[in-house]
Nanobody, 113 residues
């Protein structure tokens, strides 16, 4: 059974940094695209960043130059380094795999002004 478990969320001041981690199990990790979505209160979920099995990445325009997605295939982990955080980055962040096919339960990120 597929499990994606996020960690690393929390409260940070604007301009600060956080690093989200996602531990995956139940999938052939190195063959799967991995990604992060987020959902702010009252808004639809949106793609934040995605990393393919070969390492190609893509980002939402709103986070380009501030966020970096990476993966460690040996550890079956995917990370999201978030820098220069803004209040509008406040959301629940979800780890996903595939199209996405599976979702984690999410971790709350709150950025105070």
């Amino acid at each position: 059974q597929v499990q994606l478990v996020e960690s690393g969320g929390g409260l940070v001041q604007a301009g600060g940094s956080l690093r989200l981690s996602c531990a995956a199990s139940g999938i052939i990790f190195n063959l799967n695209a991995m990604g992060w979505y987020r959902q702010a209160e009252g808004k639809q979920r949106e793609l934040v960043a995605r990393i393919l099995s070969g390492g190609t990445t893509n980002y939402a325009e709103s986070v380009k130059g501030r966020f970096v997605i990476s993966r460690d295939d040996a550890k079956k982990m995917v990370y999201l380094q978030m820098n220069s955080l803004k209040p509008e980055d406040t959301a629940v962040y979800y780890c996903v795999t595939g199209a996405p096919s599976f979702w984690g339960r999410g971790t709350q990120v709150t950025v105070s002004p």
